[in-house]
C-alpha cells in the first residue's frame, strides 16, 4: 500500500491520475463460464488547462468538461453539476436525484436499506429517432430473463443513452419512483471503465448481449442483481417499460431480498473464477505462435469482401488490427520468397482502405472517418468520431504507404492528421476523445438529429457551388431525392430521404476523363468546392464535442503523428494536395506529438506476477468487484497485446538480467493466452504477431552515428522510414537516464525521432541494443560527441558505443547495418542505406 501512495504522490505532482480503461466486448454468450474477452488500455487522464485540480483518487480519470453555467436557470439541479464528466453533466438537470459512482452513494443505500438504480453511458452516446414504427422496427433483440424474473428483459446492442435521458431521467413521475425507492447512480464508461466492465460483463454473461445505456440494478453491497440496456417508459410492443421495471425490482427487493442477493453474490463469484486467466507454463511454444499468426490471417481473409473492402457483412466498422496482421503477414511472406501470397494481403488492405476513403464513412468536407458504416458499402455512417478510431487508422495508411510509395494513402494519413489537428486539440496540447453523432439542424432547433451536420440536399450544394455544383454531384453521387438508396440497410425508414452522404463511386481519373479536363485541374475545382461546403458547413450548429482526455488514445494519435513526421518526409516533392489536407510540413507533426507527450506506469500497478499477464485494475479499490486480463483486439488494440509487444522490444533495450526479465514477462504474458491463441486467433491478431515476433530468431540492426542537426543525418532517417518494417524500433538517448530509475516497467512515449513505430502507440517503443534475439529491425540513433548519450550507451549496452567510437569522424553521419549479428561495410549516403534495407523489404502493389 505504501508503493501505491508513493505512485500516487508522483501522479500529483506530476498532475496524472492513473486509471484502467476498458471497451465491453458485446460478444454473445451462453453460460457464464463462456465470457467473452474484451478489451483492456492502461489510461491516465490530464486536467484541461484551466481546470481546477480535484482530488487525486486511484480510477478517476479527469473528464475535459467545460464547466456547466451557474448562472443559467433550471429547475432541477442535482450532485452531478459539481463533475468534470460531459456525459454527467448532461444530466444535471435532471430531476433525478443523481449521485456520481462513490462512497456517498453506497452509504446513502446502506443506511436506507435500498437498492441501487446504476446507469451507465457516454457522453457521443446516439440518439435515434423516437418515432414509436421506428423504435419498434430497430429495437435489438429482446431475451427473457429466466425463472421468477421473466418480467426483466434486455435489449441487445444498442446506444439510446440520450433517448433514455428524454424519455425517462427527464420525466417527473420516473424520477419520483428513482428518488423514492433506489439511489440512483450515474457513471460515465470512458471516465470509469472500471465500472462499466464489471457490470456490462453481468449482464453480458447472464443474458447473451450488452450496450449502452446499460441499466443496473444492484444490492447495497454493489452486488448485481439484474440488468438490461435501453428501457422505454411504458410498457409497449408487448415488453415491460421502465415503469414496470422500476416496481417490479421494488416489489422483489421487499420480497426476495435474500434470493437477490445470493444470486449476486454467485453470479460475481462465477465471473471472477471464468474470467480468472493463469498460464498454465512458462511460455507458449514457437509452433503455436507461427500456426496462431497463419490461422488468424487467414479466417480474416475468408471473410474479406472483395467488391467492397474490409472483413465481415454489415455493419462494417473499421478493425486496424485486422490491416496491421495482414500487412506483418505480408512482410514475413516476402522474406520467404512468397510473393503471390504476400502481394494477396496487401490487396487486400488496399482495397479496403480505399473504399473506405471514398464511402461516406470518411467526412469528405472536414477529414477524419466516423465511427462505422451501417452498410456493406461504407457508405451511410453512424456519424460519431472517436479519437482511437483516428489514432489507428493513420497508422494503418501511414504503413500502406510505406510499402506501396502510392501517395493516395500518405494523403488520406494526411487528411486524418490534419482533422485531429484542427478539431480535437486543446490549449494545452491534450488531444479530445470524441464527437457526437447529433447536432442541431439549425441554430435554435429543441432536437438534435443523427448527422445533421455532414448531410447534404441537392438544391443546398446547387446554391453553394454555383457552376462546378453538377461535377460535385457527379462525382459524390448526389441527387435531388437522397442518395441513402445503395443498400436496404443503408437507411430503412427513410431518415435521410433528400439527404446525401458525400461518397466516391468512382475515382478523380475517371471522373475526369468523364468532364474532359485534367486530373490536376478536376481535383483543383474539387478542392474549391469542399472549402465552399466546408465554410457553409461551419456556420451550422457544431455537434456536441466530448473534450475528456483519455491518455490510452491519445497515445494512439501521438503514435501516428510521430511516425508521420518520418513517413510523409518520403512523399515526393511534387506532391498535390488538396482541402481539406492542408499539406504541412511533416515536422510540424512531430511538434503536436511531443505537446501531447504523457507517461504511464504500469507493472506496478497491473502485472500479475505470479499467474502472468495484466489486469485491468490495480485491484485496491472495494468498490470494483472483477479484475479482469483482457485481450480482445478489437477497435482498440487490447493493453494484454500491446504490452507482449512493447515487453519484447524492452527485452532489446538492455543487455543482461533485465533484458532476460522483459522476456520472460513478455513469455508469461503470451502462456497466459495460450487457449485463445490456439482457439481464437481471430479475435487477438495484435497478440499473434507479438507471439510470431517473439518466436522468429531473426535480427536486422540501423545504427546511424554522426550529427543529429545536420542535413545528412536528417536524409539517412527518412531513408529509414522509406521502406515499411513492422518489427522496426526507432530511438535516440535524451531522457533516456530516467527510464530505468524507479519501476520495472516505467513506459514514456518519448518522441525525438519518430517513436512508436508500431501503430499501436499507447506505450513508448523501446531502445534496441544486440543481446536480443527476436525478429525485430533495431535503428539506433547516437551523436558519439554527445557525452550524455555517449553515457548512456557505455552502461547499457558497451557494444553500442564502442561502434560509435569506432566510426570514421571524416563522415557527416554513417549507417552501420547488421543482419543477424553480421554487419555489412559501413555507408556514408542515404541511397546506400535504402539499397542495403530494401533487401529483404516487400514490394507490392496497390488494389
Known amino acids: 500500500m505504501s508503493r501505491w501512495r508513493s505512485i500516487l504522490a508522483i501522479a500529483a505532482r506530476l498532475r496524472l491520475v492513473m486509471i484502467s480503461a476498458s471497451a465491453v466486448s458485446t460478444a454473445t454468450t451462453s453460460s457464464l463460464l463462456r465470457l467473452p474477452s474484451l478489451p483492456l488500455r492502461f489510461c491516465i487522464c490530464l486536467p484541461r488547462s484551466g481546470c481546477g485540480r480535484r482530488p487525486i483518487a486511484a480510477f478517476v480519470a479527469l473528464a475535459m468538461a467545460g464547466s456547466s453555467s451557474s448562472a443559467e436557470s433550471h429547475r432541477h439541479t442535482n450532485r452531478l453539476a459539481s463533475e468534470h464528466s460531459p456525459y454527467l453533466l448532461q444530466h444535471a438537470h435532471n430531476p433525478v436525484d443523481w449521485y456520481p459512482w462513490g462512497e456517498e452513494a453506497f452509504e446513502k443505500a446502506r443506511k436506507r436499506n435500498i437498492p441501487i438504480f446504476l446507469s451507465i453511458g457516454y457522453s457521443t452516446c446516439h440518439c435515434k429517432s423516437k418515432d414509436e414504427s421506428f423504435a419498434n422496427a430497430h429495437s435489438p433483440k429482446m431475451n427473457l430473463v429466466p425463472d421468477d424474473s421473466k418480467w426483466l428483459y434486455i435489449l441487445g446492442v444498442g446506444t439510446w443513452c440520450h433517448v433514455m435521458e428524454v424519455e425517462s431521467f427527464e420525466n417527473e413521475e420516473i424520477a419520483k419512483m428513482l428518488n423514492d425507492w433506489f439511489v440512483s447512480i450515474k457513471v460515465d464508461r470512458e471516465e470509469r471503465p472500471d465500472v462499466d466492465k464489471v457490470y456490462m460483463t453481468y449482464v453480458s454473461a447472464l443474458y447473451g448481449g450488452g450496450g449502452w445505456p446499460l441499466s443496473a440494478f444492484l444490492s447495497p453491497n454493489l452486488k448485481p442483481l439484474m440488468g438490461g440496456t435501453y428501457f422505454p417508459p411504458d410498457d409497449k410492443y408487448g415488453r415491460p417499460g421502465f415503469k414496470t421495471i422500476l416496481r417490479k425490482v421494488k ?36 509452433e503455436l505462435a507461427r500456426v496462431s499468426l497463419k490461422r488468424c490471417s487467414r479466417q480474416l481473409a475468408s471473410s474479406y469482401d472483395p467488391k467492397f473492402g474490409g472483413f465481415g457483412t454489415a455493419p462494417k466498422f473499421p478493425r486496424p488490427v485486422e490491416v496491421y496482421i495482414l500487412l506483418y503477414e505480408s512482410r514475413k511472406l516476402m522474406e520467404e520468397g512468397r510473393q503471390s501470397d504476400a502481394n494477396k494481403n496487401v490487396e487486400m488492405v488496399c482495397h479496403t482502405l480505399q473504399c473506405m476513403a471514398r464511402g461516406g464513412i470518411h467526412d469528405h468536407i472536414g477529414g477524419g472517418f466516423h465511427r462505422y458504416s451501417v452498410d456493406e458499402h461504407w457508405h451511410v455512417p453512424h456519424f460519431e468520431k472517436m479519437l482511437y478510431d483516428h489514432g489507428q487508422l493513420a497508422n494503418a495508411y501511414l504503413d500502406t504507404f ?6 493516395y494513402y500518405s494523403s488520406v494519413a494526411h487528411d486524418i492528421l490534419d482533422y485531429l489537428r484542427r478539431d480535437m486539440i486543446g490549449d494545452a496540447g491534450e488531444i479530445y476523445s470524441a464527437e457526437d453523432a447529433d447536432s442541431a439542424e439549425y441554430h435554435g432547433a429543441t432536437t438534435k438529429k443523427e448527422g445533421s451536420f455532414y448531410i447534404w440536399t441537392s438544391q443546398e450544394i446547387e446554391e453553394i457551388l454555383g457552376e462546378h455544383a453538377n461535377l460535385f454531384k457527379d462525382h459524390y453521387y448526389i441527387k435531388p431525392s437522397g442518395n441513402c438508396d445503395l443498400s436496404p440497410m443503408s437507411d430503412p425508414h427513410d431518415e435521410f430521404k433528400g439527404k446525401n452522404v458525400l461518397t466516391e463511386r468512382k475515382d478523380a481519373p475517371s471522373r475526369a476523363s468523364k468532364w474532359d479536363k485534367s486530373i490536376d485541374e478536376y481535383n483543383k475545382i474539387l478542392e474549391e468546392c469542399r472549402k465552399k461546403l466546408y465554410d457553409a458547413r461551419s456556420k451550422r ?18 503514435s501516428s503523428f510521430a511516425r508521420a513526421s518520418k513517413v510523409l518526409k518520403a512523399e515526393p516533392k511534387e506532391t498535390q494536395f488538396y482541402f481539406p489536407v492542408m499539406g504541412c510540413d511533416p515536422n510540424e507533426y512531430l511538434e503536436v506529438a511531443e505537446k501531447a507527450i ?16 495484466y489486469y485491468n485494475t490495480p485491484g485496491e479499490d472495494p468498490s470494483i468487484l472483477l479484475r479482469v486480463k483482457e485481450d480482445h483486439d478489437g477497435a482498440e488494440p487490447s493493453g ?6 512493447n515487453l519484447i522490444r524492452l ?11 522483459y522476456k520472460r514477462t513478455s513469455e508469461h504474458l503470451l502462456a497466459v493466452f495460450e487457449k485463445r491463441l490456439k482457439d481464437q486467433s481471430i479475435a487477438i491478431p495484435l497478440m499473434c504477431c507479438a507471439a510470431h515476433m517473439l518466436s522468429v530468431p531473426s535480427r536486422k540492426q540501423v545504427v546511424l552515428v554522426g550529427d543529429k542537426s545536420s542535413s545528412e543525418f536528417a536524409n539517412m532517417v527518412i531513408a529509414v522510414f522509406a521502406s515499411y518494417d513492422p518489427n522496426r524500433t526507432v530511438h535516440s538517448t535524451l531522457h533516456f537516464h530516467h527510464f530505468f530509475c524507479q519501476y520495472s516497467l516505467f513506459v514514456l ?8 513505430d508500431m501503430f499501436t502507440g499507447n506505450y513508448y517503443k523501446a531502445l534496441s541494443p544486440f543481446p536480443s534475439k527476436e525478429h525485430k529491425t533495431e535503428v539506433i540513433q547516437i551523436d558519439p560527441n554527445n557525452s550524455e548519450e555517449m ?14 567510437k569506432g566510426t570514421p569522424k571524416d563522415e557527416p553521419v554513417v549507417a552501420h547495418v547488421c543482419q543477424n549479428f553480421a554487419c555489412s561495410p559501413p555507408v556514408t549516403s542515404a541511397d546506400g542505406l535504402r539499397i542495403l534495407l530494401a533487401k529483404t523489404a516487400p514490394v507490392a502493389s496497390t488494389a
Open 791 to 804: 553515457e548512456f550507451w557505455e552502461h547499457y549496452n558497451p557494444n553500442i558505443a564502442e561502434m560509435a
Open 651 to 661: 527485452s532489446s533495450m538492455v543487455a543482461g538480467a533485465r533484458s532476460d526479465n
Open 749 to 756: 512515449v518519448m518522441l525525438e525521432v519518430a517513436k512508436g
Open 402 to 407: 510505406s510499402i506501396t510509395k502510392d501517395t
Open 640 to 645: 494484454n497485446s500491446v504490452s507482449a509487444i
Open 598 to 613: 504523457f507517461m504511464s506506469l504500469v507493472d506496478e500497478l497491473f502485472l500479475d506476477k505470479q499467474g502472468g499477464g
Open 541 to 558: 450548429p457544431r455537434p456536441h464535442l466530448d473534450d475528456k482526455v483519455i491518455v490510452s488514445w491519445n497515445g494512439l494519435a501521438i
Open 251 to 286: 416489489e422483489a427487493w421487499e420480497t426476495k431480498r435474500e434470493m437477490l442477493e445470493k444470486s449476486g453474490t454467485i453470479a460475481i463469484e462465477q465471473l471472477s473464477e471464468a474470467l480468472s486467466s493463469t498460464a498454465n507454463s512458462s511460455k507458449i511454444s514457437d
